[in-house]
């Protein structure tokens, strides 16, 4: 099968960046070329430093319009997608391109899919105009790749017929994070935990953009309540954002709080080896997965806003799931049972083991390519 596909993003997470690399050559082996259009994201979102280039890319200088506090995103992809047969993009209501890709996919120009959640998982960033629109495009496009199960049921739920929804497992490469925790050493594990000033093995790790969704001050309450419970206890902070100078402060004024910037793939892994725990109260996407690949159980809590890859977390199996999601009091005594239990934090991570050989991105790329190959066909 020939044809020509491509894939739109506003900017490409790090995370991304193995998906598209596989993604390309399993298309190139069925004679299906890949454009993938990519630009940069916001000041304020480049503050989380986590966005790559990829050299095969098309790379493309986005506009970005500020609008009562939302940013809006104009990708000057037009040109690009001359012969193009099928054009993907993630569903969001502020790319202002899916709009035009839409009309075009109306009058028959080139066939348009979506990628996503499905549904609006971050209500508080949501805004009624732009869902309704976006909700309208998701109903009568060509094709729906889909996150997850429960992703493709909310895209069904709206009309959109099942049998041209793709459900591509979101993941990321759990396998290669397996294999570079394998590569390291024990002197560069004790190496990092000098460099750290560590000096405790009842360790607590957050991982990811500090902004308010991930309730940072929350987290930090938290702490300060598992501190006075389990007196060894200390916490590495890594990611970047506009709400961690609240960690920087809280570092500042206690030695046990550690504050690192971002690290990506192999890089972020030895972090992950000197911790026991991953805690994360606010919003969680694909950190649950890193959890899963490296044997760090999440602590996670039960707010209505969490990506659709919480799906994937089993309470008590996998991960812990803390029902009153906004007591702080009830988040840090479940750590504290996990610091203090260790068959209760074993038995967690042999169900991080289980669960990391079913979301594979080998298994995402897969079915992603073989959406592709039906839309092409359809």
Request: glycine share 8%; charged share 25%.
């Amino acid at each position: 099968m020939a044809g020509r596909v491509a894939i739109v993003v506003r900017a490409i997470p790090h995370y991304r960046q193995r998906f598209f690399e596989l993604l390309r050559r399993r298309l190139d082996d069925k004679g299906i070329e890949l454009l993938l259009i990519y630009g940069q994201v916001s000041n304020r979102r480049a503050l989380r430093r986590d966005t790559v280039e990829i050299p095969w890319g098309h790379r493309i200088h986005n506009r970005i319009l500020t609008l009562g506090g939302r940013e809006l995103y104009w990708q000057p992809c037009l040109t690009l997608l001359r012969g193009v047969d099928l054009v993907i993009v993630t569903h969001e209501a502020s790319l202002l391109i899916n709009y035009v890709l839409f009309l075009q996919h109306l009058l028959g120009i080139r066939r348009l899919a979506l990628w996503g959640h499905g549904v609006t998982t971050r209500r508080h960033n949501s805004n009624r105009i732009g869902e309704a629109l976006k909700a309208l495009v998701s109903r009568r496009v060509h094709w729906w790749f889909a996150y997850t199960q429960g992703s493709a049921e909310a895209v069904a739920s709206s009309g959109f017929p099942q049998g041209k929804i793709t459900v591509v497992g979101n993941t990321i490469d759990l396998h290669r994070l397996e294999a570079a925790q394998d590569a390291v050493s024990s002197e560069a594990l004790a190496n990092l935990r000098g460099e750290i000033n560590l000096r405790s093995e009842n360790v607590g790790l957050y991982v990811g953009g500090m902004y308010p969704a991930k309730r940072i001050p929350f987290l930090l309450e938290a702490c300060v309540l598992i501190k006075r419970e389990v007196e060894d206890f200390e916490m590495i902070f890594m990611g970047a954002g506009p709400d961690e100078r609240l960690i920087e402060q809280a570092a500042a004024n206690a030695d046990w709080i550690h504050k690192v910037d971002p690290r990506f793939d192999d890089a972020k892994v030895p972090y992950f080896m000197l911790s026991r725990v991953l805690l994360m109260p606010g919003v969680v996407g694909l950190a649950l997965l890193d959890a899963f690949a490296l044997e760090v159980p999440l602590v996670t809590t039960g707010i209505p806003d969490h990506g659709p890859e919480i799906e994937y977390l089993i309470d008590g199996v996998n991960s812990i799931m803390v029902g009153d999601a906004d007591n702080p009091s009830a988040y840090a005594s479940a750590v504290v049972h996990l610091l203090r239990d260790a068959d209760a934090l074993a038995r967690l991570r042999a169900g991080c083991r289980q669960a990391r050989e079913r979301y594979t991105i080998e298994d995402m790329v897969q079915h992603f390519s073989e959406g592709i190959q039906k839309a092409l066909a359809f």
